[in-house]
């Protein structure tokens, strides 16, 4: 049928062919599955410090006048003014006390040194004498300007301090209260 040939040579062709594909494809094979391994490659991360956030109160604020006299029933409007030479507002929490026998509180609102700012609360008690009024931004500032107006109206004949104690100022990375001092308004009604 077939020619009969001598197979001698094959035997030695196949054994190699069966050790050259048991170390290409099982001998990596085994590898993976028994001992993985990462390459050794030494990588040098950069070692960054994080400095502590440092306070720095650096906020004035004054009112504009600083004394001030009216007659019974007169309006007027009083600045608070802020300088924050290093620290950029974010924003502030202002906290009004006066004598309520002797002014009232109308409005309030914000200046201009604040961009775009955000009324976050806002109320006006003339019963007590006090005033709460929040605002904030998402642009700070840095600098002078005015941060509120308010407007009173002289109420009863008498002398009141329009008193800024309380009053918050919060800046980018400062983890507190940035005000250095406050200067209320001294109020007379004639």
Not at 165 to 186: R, W, Y
């Amino acid at each position: 049928m077939y020619p009969t040939a001598n197979h001698n040579w094959t035997t030695p062709i196949l054994s190699a062919v069966a050790i050259l594909l048991a170390t290409v494809v099982v001998s990596p094979l085994q590898k993976i599955t028994t001992s993985p391994t990462l390459p050794q490659r030494q990588t040098t991360i950069a070692a960054t410090t994080i400095a502590p956030l440092q306070s720095q109160k650096d906020a004035v604020l004054t009112t504009t006048p600083a004394t001030l006299t009216l007659s019974v029933s007169q309006e007027k409007t009083i600045l608070l003014n802020i300088a924050s030479p290093k620290n950029k507002v974010t924003g502030s929490e202002i906290h009004l006390k006066f004598n309520p026998e002797v002014i009232s509180i109308k409005e309030i609102s914000a200046g201009d040194f604040l961009a775009n700012p955000l009324r976050l609360a806002k109320q006006i008690d003339n019963q007590k004498g006090e005033v709460v009024y929040t605002i904030g931004t998402l642009k700070p500032s840095a600098g002078s300007g005015i941060l509120a107006n308010v407007i009173i109206n002289a109420k009863g004949t008498g002398a009141t301090q329009l008193s800024l104690d309380g009053t918050i100022v919060t800046a980018e990375n400062q983890n507190e209260n940035t005000v250095k001092s406050l200067q209320g308004a001294t109020i007379t009604v004639q």
